[in-house]
């Protein structure tokens, strides 16, 4: 534990301007990110006597070891820098908003020739256009399959689409009438792209028009006495006017807006939003956070907007330049409506405005709705918000709780001296030694942390061997040694980089509190001499499958937890966990070996030359009956390798 005054700047250093401020662990790690009007008054907060600071913050500033900052021109610049670095360095002690879900969308992905329809729960193309967020998936798919009765538009793979334009045969959807079938030709593109126009303005609220035009083909049909086609746009009328249903108008149609309630208490906080588009409530979405002590409400919705529609500037980053003027009110910075109605003003209020309204390229307000339709509205979703969070806390509750004792047992059953918040699970997968691979699962906080997962590809053990213990070792000893090697890179950095900015992001930086190993007395003791080689100062037990016994380094008899234990629940999850995710890399290596072919062994033969043999001859038994001089005969095939090529597959014949 640091002290802040080993560190703390000289005062008439810093400077009296905005600017955004990071505080630096002794790694080098970015652990807190900040902005402010006044550097030097703010700056000068977090100085005072332990004493007087709230925990969270005496905890953040005894983590530290350094603190930068950098000057910027005024507070807007400051807010773009402060959600940059955010989104960059992750730091653990500010607060991270989260979803509670994954929503899922309805997508056209109108930068391909022939545009496809279809539901996911991504927002990454910038040539797509996304509609949603649905809060159910079977809603989005009886939405997808009313309007394709009318805008039969593909939904099929890329892949499928290839084939099929191959085969010269269109799919089952084809046939049945639910695709307009550009695969082969029944529409041309013109036509087909004119079609999912049609889509995007149906969805974007511009409904009128089509049901207008339905309903007069239906009239006209009918006084014409074609019945079966009357009939027909008679159904699609009516699954235009089912989707049309599903979004009702709560305001005036002139209006775009996102309207944001909450619902809190001395632990979490849910935010939920509802997206109104021309009037219509066009989908919904929520955010979950833990709610810190020292927590102020405008400090916190202003960190949300941050964060929240910060998304659309990355996403802007990434847009192609428009083709046409439709093209351009679709791009990503569009999804910032005109209106932003919040419960609350967040601090700095104009700031934000300004900011909204620079990405925006139009003017973006931020009100509070006193009375009328909004404040009918903002009480709907405040009541949304409080559903979920009474949802949130039945389906968590039990979990948070078992989580922290989970913890505290395993501090006290193992005699740690605090509870091991980050835990490292190691196992080996292998077929009788060949494709051996090593798994490294991380928990933190006794729940899974998924992206620090990672895998490991046995390199010392021979492959006729199913020797875990060896290649336990060498796992153990790469992972340290590149925790040791990180480490000394990011002290050099912090010396040397002139701010922050510049230290490199790391995948191994942080140590475990505890090791788990599959296995039981020999396991520990061999991955024990590993890290005491690597002078790792970590705890490490093993957890035996047979009877799930807990075993300590050099201990005559094993620790047994009882069976209704969470530490035990805790322990097994973590040790399947990381087999499940060894056996995976153990199949996706071996996959790749199986997969082979007898021409990658073939010396300076590359996959382009290799698909241009097996096209010319049509499949690789032909390629070894044929003779030398018919292979050099393939375009880039000399008569050199032509010979490699037959003195290879001589072998195999």
């Not at 208490?265 to 810190?292: C, H, K, N, S």
């Not at 492959?463 to 002290?491: G, H, I, N, P, W």
Request: aromatic share 8%; net charge positive.
């Amino acid at each position: 534990m640091a002290n802040p005054a080993s560190y703390r700047p000289n005062p008439a250093d810093i400077p009296p301007s905005p600017g955004v401020y990071r505080f630096l662990d002794k790694n080098g790690r970015v652990i807190y990110v900040g902005k402010a009007i006044n550097l030097r008054n703010r700056l000068a907060n977090y100085f005072q006597p332990l004493e007087s600071l709230h925990p969270r913050t005496r905890k953040m500033v005894t983590t530290g070891a350094a603190v930068k900052w950098i000057t910027v021109d005024n507070e807007l610049e400051a807010l773009s820098l402060e959600y940059s670095w955010i989104k960059e360095f992750a730091p653990r002690f500010n607060v991270m908003y989260r979803d509670d879900k994954s929503y899922p969308y309805l997508a056209l992905t109108m930068g391909e020739d022939y545009p496809r329809i279809h539901i996911t729960r991504e927002r990454r193309r910038p040539d797509s256009r996304y509609f949603g967020p649905y809060t159910q998936v079977w809603a989005i798919r009886e939405t997808m399959d009313l309007l394709r009765k009318v805008f039969p538009l593909r939904s099929c793979t890329k892949g499928v689409f290839n084939r099929a334009q191959a085969l010269g045969r269109p799919c089952l959807e084809g046939y049945i009438d639910k695709c307009a079938a550009p695969c082969v030709g029944r529409i041309c593109r013109e036509d087909y792209r004119n079609l999912a126009e049609q889509v995007s303005s149906f969805l974007d609220g511009k409904t009128e028009p089509f049901t207008s035009h339905l309903r007069y083909q239906m009239e006209q049909a009918a006084s014409r006495l074609e019945f079966e086609q009357a009939a027909k746009l008679r159904d699609q009328l009516r699954a235009l006017e089912k989707v049309r249903e599903k979004n009702t108008v709560v305001l005036d149609e002139s209006v775009d807006a996102d309207v944001y309630a909450l619902a809190k208490d001395d632990l979490e906080m849910i935010v939920q939003v509802f997206y109104v588009r021309a009037g219509r409530i066009r989908g919904e979405r929520g955010w979950v956070v833990d709610t810190p002590e020292d927590s102020d409400l405008p400090e916190m919705l202003e960190s949300f907007l941050e964060q929240v529609y910060g998304e659309y500037r990355q996403l802007n980053q990434a847009v192609v330049p428009a083709k046409s003027v439709d093209d351009v009110e679709h791009t990503p910075t569009q999804a910032i409506p005109s209106e932003i109605l919040m419960p609350q003003m967040p601090a700095h209020a104009p700031t934000l405005t300004a900011w909204l309204s620079e990405m925006r390229g139009k003017k973006t307000q931020i009100r509070v709705p006193k009375r009328g339709a909004k404040r009918d509205l903002m009480d709907t979703v405040t009541e949304n918000a409080t559903q979920a969070l009474r949802l949130h806390k039945t389906k968590r509750v039990g979990d948070l709780t078992q989580r922290s004792e989970a913890l505290r047992e395993l501090q006290e059953y193992l005699e740690l001296a605090d509870a091991p918040l980050r835990i490292e699970g190691y196992d080996i997968s292998h077929t009788q030694g060949t494709h051996q691979v090593g798994s490294m699962v991380v928990f933190e906080d006794g729940a899974p942390l998924k992206r620090a997962y990672r895998s490991f590809n046995i390199q010392s053990t021979p492959k006729d061997s199913a020797d875990d213990t060896k290649a336990m070792t060498e796992v153990l000893t790469r992972r340290f040694a590149r925790l040791r090697q990180e480490e000394a890179e990011a002290q050099k950095e912090l010396v040397s980089a002139e701010s922050s900015a510049q230290i490199t992001l790391r995948r191994f930086s942080y140590p475990p509190d505890l090791i788990v190993v599959d296995g039981g007395a020999p396991q520990v003791n061999a991955a024990q001499k590993t890290l005491e080689a690597v002078g790792a100062n970590v705890s490490v037990i093993g957890l035996a499958k047979r009877l799930e016994e807990v075993w300590l380094p050099g201990a005559e008899f094993p620790v047994i937890l009882p069976r209704t234990s969470p530490a035990l629940y805790l322990l097994q999850y973590l040790r399947d966990e990381s087999h499940r995710f060894a056996i995976a890399a153990h199949r996706k290596k071996r996959g790749k070996t199986v997969r082979k072919s007898a021409l990658d062994s073939v010396p300076g033969l590359g996959p382009v030359r290799q698909k241009a043999l097996l096209k010319h001859f049509g499949s690789l038994k032909r390629l070894k009956e044929a003779e030398e001089g018919e292979i050099a005969e393939v375009p880039g095939i000399g008569e050199v390798m032509a010979k490699q090529i037959f003195d290879s597959l001589a072998d195999s014949r």
